[in-house]
C-alpha cells in the first residue's frame, strides 16, 4: 500500500491519559500535515512538519497537543491528559517537496480518538 | 464569517443527472484550490488540483474557479450511485500549505 497510512484507526482512551497517532507519509512524501475533523464540522489544519522540523503550528492548541516528525519513523501526534473535548477523528496528509509551488496533499484514513 | 463558506447539504439527485457543488470564500490570497471526495469513515479523496482561475476537466469532473467573485465550483456529469459521499472543498496560499477546508457537502445519487 503505497498510501499515508495512520495507526492506530481507532483508539480509545480515559480521560487523563495520553493518546499517540501515528504516520507514515506516501513514498517520497517528506511533507506532514495533522487536521482534525469534529462532527458536523469541517477539517481543521493543526501542524506542518517536514523531517526534524515544525514549519506551522498555528493551528495546534497551546496546551496538551504535540507534534515531531523524526529523521527516521513516522510523524507523531502526542495528546496529553486527554479531554471529552478531543473526541474527533484526526488525519494525516503528505505531500511531495518542492521549492516552487504548493503541492497536492493526500489523506490517510485517519485514526478515529474517543474519550471515555 | 467562516473563511470558506459550502452549503452542507444534503443533496440528493437521480442517477445520470449533472451535479453542480460550490464553495465561496473570503480570503484573496487563497491561490490553490482542491475538491476531495470523502466516504464514510474514510480520509479524503484528492479529485481536483486547480491553480489560479479557469477550469479543468478530467472524465466526468470538471473544476471550475473564479477568482474575481471567490467561487469555485465542481461539476459532476453522468451522476452515479458510486458519487455518493461528502465533496470538500479546500483552498490554500502561494507559499502557506495549510489547506482551509468547507464543511462539506453531502451528496446521494439516487439509482
Known sequence: NAGVMQNPRHLVRRRGQEARLRCSPMKGHSHVYWYRQLPEEGLKFMVYLQKENIIDESGMPKERFSAEFPKEGPSILRIQQVVRGDSAAYFCASSPPSTSSNQPQHFGDGTRLSIL | ?111
Open chain 2, 1 to 111: 464569517q467562516k473563511e470558506v463558506e459550502q452549503d452542507p447539504g444534503p443533496l440528493s439527485v437521480p442517477e445520470g443527472a449533472i451535479v453542480s457543488l460550490n464553495c465561496t470564500y473570503s480570503n484573496s490570497a487563497f491561490q490553490y484550490f482542491m475538491w476531495y471526495r470523502q466516504y464514510s469513515r474514510k480520509g479524503p479523496e484528492l479529485l481536483m488540483y486547480t491553480y489560479s482561475s479557469g477550469n479543468k476537466e478530467d472524465g466526468r469532473f470538471t473544476a471550475q474557479v473564479d477568482k474575481s467573485s471567490k467561487y469555485i465550483s465542481l461539476f459532476i456529469r453522468d451522476s452515479q450511485p458510486s458519487d455518493s459521499a461528502t465533496y470538500l472543498c479546500a483552498m490554500s496560499g502561494f507559499g502557506n500549505e495549510k489547506l482551509t477546508f468547507g464543511t462539506g457537502t453531502r451528496l446521494t445519487i439516487i439509482p
